[in-house]
């Protein structure tokens, strides 16, 4: 009696979706060095005004939401992929609501900017549930608790709102670089573990 053959090795591990997303890895590396130039650009402006500052909230909102619905495209087909495109739609939507901003009131402006940071961030935690990362977490936190505290403090938040989109693309910009680096090196070993910390 001949014994049966072991099974091959699975290339997809504990989390599918991160070694599905691994050949995307630039795309998160892309978007980590725009947000740090970006971040380092409006930290280094001081005195903007306020068509100033819609202008960066809009282009930021923008940027995010098309480089995540591009991961929506390019990514996994499975049902865990909707989180991109729901994190996409939500940023071209409050790159909108910024636009209108002329006619809504300065604090509305507030509220809007941390409506979007929360729910991003609590997108971003979904996901780094569903890929495992650690990283894909921070850069969820990091969100949450720039979003919180402008809702927390609309007033204070008005006044330094420039510089909490700044230091918010700074922080994520780098999180999302280490995030990339670690899809580069699962894209080059699929037969190693998972996002695991990384």
């Given amino acids: 009696m001949t014994a049966t053959p072991a099974p091959p090795p699975s290339l997809e591990g504990r989390f599918p979706m991160a070694r599905r997303m691994a050949s995307g890895w630039w795309v998160f590396v892309l ?3 725009v947000a740090i130039l970006f971040g380092l650009l409006v930290t280094a402006i001081p005195g903007l005004g306020i068509a100033s500052i819609l202008g960066v909230l809009a282009a930021w909102m923008a940027i995010d939401g098309a480089t995540t619905l ?13 989180w991109f495109w729901v994190d996409g739609v939500v940023s071209l939507l409050a790159a909108v609501a910024v636009l209108l901003a002329p006619m809504i009131s300065a604090i509305a402006l507030v509220y809007v900017t941390s409506f979007w940071s929360i729910a991003s961030g609590v997108f971003r935690l979904i996901l780094a549930f569903r890929l495992g990362s650690v990283l894909m977490g921070v850069f969820g936190a990091i969100a949450v608790f720039f979003g919180a505290w402008l809702l927390l403090n609309p007033l204070a938040g008005l006044m330094a709102l420039i510089w909490i989109v700044g230091l918010q693309a700074l922080f994520a910009g780098f999180v999302m670089i280490a995030f990339g680096w ?14 695991g910390r990384g």
């Fill in 182 to 195: 670690r899809l580069r090196r699962i894209h080059h070993d699929p037969h190693g573990p998972a996002m």
């Fill in 70 to 82: 591009y991961q929506a495209v390019k990514g996994p087909p499975e049902r865990h992929g909707l």
């Fill in 31 to 33: 978007r980590g060095a």
